[in-house]
């Protein structure tokens, strides 16, 4: 019986992670790049409608999630344009991005008629084997009982570990977020790599946002990222900029929201508002170690300074 | 005139101006394959700017350059670099949390786009081996000592096909060694073929490394010949405008007084594996006394000069300021009971590049009766003084409305000495006073302490330039693996006799 209860924990961890895998990602590579992308909590509202709007135009999910990504990539844009080329503080276009937005998904989502607020989704992600294998033991429903995304959002975390460390383009990336001016001297284009890496950063946050409305919650709500695109950020800090570890730390974060629904399952009652703030404190806690731990500082020397070549 | 096929690099009146302002006017500049070619000129002669214009970091406001006999315009260093032209900056363009390897290949076309550390560690030994140039590919940039930066800069230049290196004061931050090894690489590369631009203000390195010289004053070329058709003297004229002041030597008509700062067997120990970084280190400066500290570089020097300051703790002894302990008095009591310190570091740790000149010259007075009235600044009278200091200290450059991050070296340098000075401190700790300074401005700094040293100061100078230490010196002290291994009247020693302490001989 408790074998069950803490699998059925762990796959639940794992969809409740998957938005934040996937924005978390994202996140890795703007800020690999030097530029700190506060705004993935907006961005991913924006991925969210827009997705929920295609698919129950079209009825079909992958179609809204293709629409989430473009979308959430072109809102990105927003803080391409301000931050990189117009050097703007990447604090304030970060914290405005959300609130700009939220505000803007909200407003797409009350048009239309009916309006998205009062629309259901028939169309969902659903699992990608045959119910029959999800009950093979452990590895059924870990593993095998999961829809397309999540196993994109494994593939995504991959590459990008893949990408950041063992490719030509990702040592470039490094350079330019850890020190845009030598990376400029050795001939590398410092604003376009950074436009690049903005862009494929809100593509995995609008991913992230999708996957809310088109599997997590199967509806569209206001503001239903509910910080999710906040805790990716930080996340990606507390796991210094690696994504394997990013998945690690989100499952866990996903694990422990969870915790709720586990001790119900084992008969526990723990108030819920103490619950809701521990995933905060357990993760925290480990990746301060972890990364207190670590010999070489992965955090881009760069990150959130503009770069003007010109500066003197 | 040169035929065009000889010629590396042909400038024909480059002119540019920042904000209006003009910085280099109407320079022809002509580089032969081959050679070592000094560009000479004191701070903000408009040396770094031409090399800036030339790498493809600036673009000039008028005129043409060539480059092997062709039209040459690079719109970015990315250009300039793959029309095979390619700068060392004072700041190396070196990714500090990043391995020598990927320094060296970062931007070059031809490393795989599947890669792994070892493949690229191997790629940078072939590199390296092709030059005859060594530093271990694993070891990351951060971990390196500065002439290896310097190195693997070049090396990492050399490697995306370099045939015009140019190099901005490229021994401002090497030991003797270092720079003497240096020199050799670049010869080694001139015979090679290369063109080489060495940029510097030290007439010494002209003479013992450059085949030509072009001389730059105010943004205008003033002279270009052979090295061994002029002198140290000749070129100190041509770039000044004037005949240098007589040399320094030392004064003898002055008298020392009191014992102002003693030191007993202090010692500094942060690690107690490693050596400690100060080992009873006994010393004392007198009033009207300049005691100069001479070592090479890492040898404590720095750390000497932290604990007398407060900015360090002791692990043992005593530190006395005119008799009392101040071993464990924080820094701004120290400053209150006469301590002035000119740090090394003065960008960081001296002034707030970001303020203005009022805002600069009253940190460390900020609490004085003079300047405020409660928590309140009386900005009028802050404002009269820093015009005073100004005027006394010969600060050029200063703009109202504008952060002093648009002075030059050497004019921040007298910033913050005036500030330090205005004061009158009973002692002057000063670290590496003049580094950076061109001759001009080092010659100022000198004078002034030497007339602060008459009026009674006592002065502790650090300094990494021996014949600095042993010109305006009383007593000279040298430092070696943080003991003090001699200390003698200047008056006894010569350049010699400490170049072997420093280095660990008796």
Redesign the interface.
Known sequence: MNDWVLIQSLVVAVSTGTPVVLAGSGAILTQRSGVLDLGVEGTMLIGAVTGFWVTTATGSPFAGLVVAVLAAAVFSMIQGVLAVSLRANQVVVGVALVIFGSGLSSFIGSQGDPPLARRFSGAIFTPVFPESVHDWPAVGPLLLSHDPVVYMSWAFVAVVQWYVF????G??L??VG??P?????????VSGMRYLHVALGGAAAGAGGGYLTLRLFSDWFDDMTAGMGWIAVILVILASWRSLRLLVAAYAFGAISSLGFTLQLLGWNIPTELLAILPFLVVYLVMVFVSAAER???MP?ALAEPYF??S? | MPQETELAVRTIGISKE?FGQSVLEDVDFDLRWGEIHALLGENGAGKSTLCSILAG??HPTRGEMMLAGAPYSPH???AA??AGVG?V?Q????????TVA??I???NPD??????ASGLADRAREVMDRHGLWIEPTR?V?DLAVGEKQQAEII?LLN?GVKVLILDEPTAVLTPREAEALFATLRNLADQGQGVILVTHKLREVQQSADTVTVLRSGKKVAHQGVEDTTTHDLARLMIGEDLAPGSGVDASHTTGDKLLELHSVSVVSDAATRPELDDVSLTVRAGQIVGVAGVSGNGQRELAEVITGLRTTTSGTIRLRGEDISSQTIGSRINKGMGFVPEDRLTRGLVLGLEIEDNVLLRSQRDREFSIGPFLRLSVIRQWARRLIDRFDIRGVRRGLPI?VLSGGNLQRLILARELSRQPALLVASEPTRGLDVGAAEAVRTTLKTERGRGVGILLFSGDLEEVLGISDEVVVMYEGRIVASRPASEVDVAQVGRWMAGLT
Do not use: C, I, K, W
């Not at chain 1, 063992?166 to 383009?169: D, Q, V």
């Not at chain 2, 490393?111 to 792994?116: E, G």
């Open positions: 063992r490719t030509r383009t040592m470039h490094r350079a850890h020190d001016a030598s990376a400029d001297a050795a001939g590398l284009r070489r500082s992965q020397a070549r010109e003197r | 920042f970091l600036y970015s260093p990315h670099l793959e700068m900056y700041h190396f363009r070196l990714v500090e949390q990043m990927e320094n290949l970062l931007g490393v795989p786009v599947r890669m792994t990351y951060a990492r995306r991050s």
